[in-house]
């Protein structure tokens, strides 16, 4: 069965700090990966996707995201983090279900606190 | 501003009751996806629409069904309520040129908290 695994489920960092946070999912077949932010109090948002091609996606307000295949791994990182930062975010991964539908797998996902 | 919307935003009921959770999908969408996410989880797919027929479920009881309307948008009923059935409930549209395909991002709406005492 497919499976989406989020490490760090708390996050206290100061500004400035760099962010990585660890995604892994476990489906031998082709997958779109995909990380979401919820904002307190707002909707799940599209931070930034991974479909194919350069495996290093660049998202919105400076995240990015690396896709290694051979370690299932889709890392979200952000070289310096600010307060406004502060959310929850969650990894999630795409795959054909069968009956053809799109199987959308979350991770728990990681709430991240910045510290002014 | 998100295009889909979600109704109501809260909503209280007790145990064995059924509930209507309503959809609005973003414009040019014709995929919906219900997911239930529980306080600290993260989101469980519940099923999928795909122009007006379910065409995915996850692990839900048949308690728990859906329709697609001719316009996308969707409804997300739910009979004989338990309290574990206490969650935000999430509306996603996306646009798929064909059935299964995974490379059209989904689009969340704000959901509807489901309290049951």
């Known amino acids: 069965a497919q499976s989406v695994s989020q490490h760090n489920h708390h996050v206290i960092l100061s500004e400035a700090a760099s962010l990585e946070l660890g995604c892994n999912y476990s489906?031998?077949?082709?997958?779109?990966l995909f990380w979401y932010v919820q904002y307190p109090g707002q909707h799940l948002q599209l931070l930034l996707k991974y479909f194919s091609g350069d495996p290093l996606v660049k998202g919105i307000k400076g995240f990015e995201a690396e896709f290694i295949k051979s370690k299932f791994s889709f890392n979200l990182r952000k070289p310096s983090v600010q307060w406004s930062d502060t959310a929850e975010y969650f990894c999630?991964?795409?795959?054909?279900?069968?009956?053809?539908?799109?199987?959308?797998?979350f991770g728990i996902g990681t709430k991240l606190q910045v510290i002014p | 501003e998100t295009g889909v919307t979600q109704s109501p935003t809260h909503l209280i009921k007790t145990r064995g009751q059924q509930v209507t959770l309503r959809c609005s999908s973003q414009s040019g969408h014709n995929t919906v996806s219900w997911y239930q996410q529980a306080l600290g989880q993260g989101p469980q797919f519940i099923f999928q629409y795909y122009r007006e027929e379910e065409n995915g479920r996850g692990n839900f009881p048949p308690r728990f069904s859906g329709l697609q309307f001719p316009n996308y948008s969707s409804e997300l009923n739910v009979n004989a309520l338990e309290l574990d059935d206490s969650a935000l409930y999430l509306c996603a549209s996306s646009f798929s040129p064909w059935t299964g395909a995974i490379n059209q991002p989904q689009h969340f709406g704000d959901g509807t908290r489901l309290s049951i005492l």
């Open positions: 999630a991964v795409m795959s054909p279900g069968s009956g053809g539908y799109q199987k959308v797998t």
């Open positions: 489906y031998g077949g082709t997958v779109n």
